[in-house]
């Protein structure tokens, strides 16, 4: 499948400190989902961007899609304890047909310090 | 509720041994998956399908086996073949709708463990 990059691999943060991290791909992508895994638990889906430099918030997090789609970052304003976990991006799996499946970054794992 | 339900939590094999994981969802979603998640790598696709009586192989299929006979069930076989299989699996699901990628609705996933 397509590579997407993903840094960094961990971020350790003081609460109410921001955190970013980045999602990077070779090729172009036709959209980027984003996923957040708590610690024990299972992926859980944040967002999709579509569209060439697509803005999109969901209260304090902010997701970005790169003019040329071969990048997208998630920026959270003021982590809280509550959003310690994974944060993975995740392009299609091929471009080359209908298929629905994708490929996973490596994720970034976030820790919040109260 | 709708949901996917993995089964079991956890689960040992022993050497030589085939085991298999369940996954049936009632989402009404034609498409399928197994990933496998290891420390630090992130979620790998195994096997996937997006119709009933077909399926794909994704980046780490070798030691792996599924079926896809029924709309709701995707169950995985982790055969003797596979010489690594303690990981974490997870079944996903997603709509069909045109061209393009749908959200995944994850399982819970099991926890297989080599005895």
């Known amino acids: 499948g397509q590579q997407v990059m993903q840094i960094p691999q961990y971020q350790h943060v003081q609460e109410g400190e921001d955190f970013t991290t980045y999602c990077n791909s070779s090729t172009t992508l036709s959209n980027i989902q984003w996923y957040k895994q708590r610690p024990g638990g299972h992926p859980v889906f944040l967002i999709q961007?579509?569209?060439?430099?697509e803005v999109k918030k969901q209260k304090r997090l902010t997701f970005q899609f790169g003019e040329a789609k071969k990048n997208s970052s998630l920026h959270i304003t003021a982590t809280q304890t509550t959003d310690v976990g994974t944060y993975f991006c995740a392009g299609p799996y091929s471009e080359s047909n209908s298929g629905y499946a994708l490929n996973f970054g490596k994720g970034t794992s976030l820790l919040v310090t109260p | 509720d709708g949901g996917i339900t993995q089964s079991p939590k956890y689960l040992f094999r022993k050497e030589g041994q085939n085991v298999t994981l369940s996954c049936e969802q009632n989402?009404?979603?034609?498409?399928m998956y197994w990933y496998r998640q290891d420390p630090g790598q992130g979620l790998r696709l195994i096997y996937y399908s997006q119709i009933v009586n077909d399926f794909q192989k994704g980046d780490i299929a070798e030691g792996y086996s599924v079926s896809r006979e029924k709309k709701e069930s995707f169950p995985l076989t982790v055969t003797s073949a596979q010489k690594n299989p303690t990981a974490f699996y997870l079944c996903?699901?997603?709509?069909?709708?045109?061209?393009?990628?749908?959200?995944?609705?994850f399982g819970d996933g099991t926890r297989l463990s080599i005895l």
């Open positions: 961007l579509v569209k060439s430099g």
């Open positions: 996903a699901s997603s709509a069909v709708a045109g061209f393009g990628n749908q959200p995944q609705h």
């Open positions: 989402l009404n979603h034609d498409a």
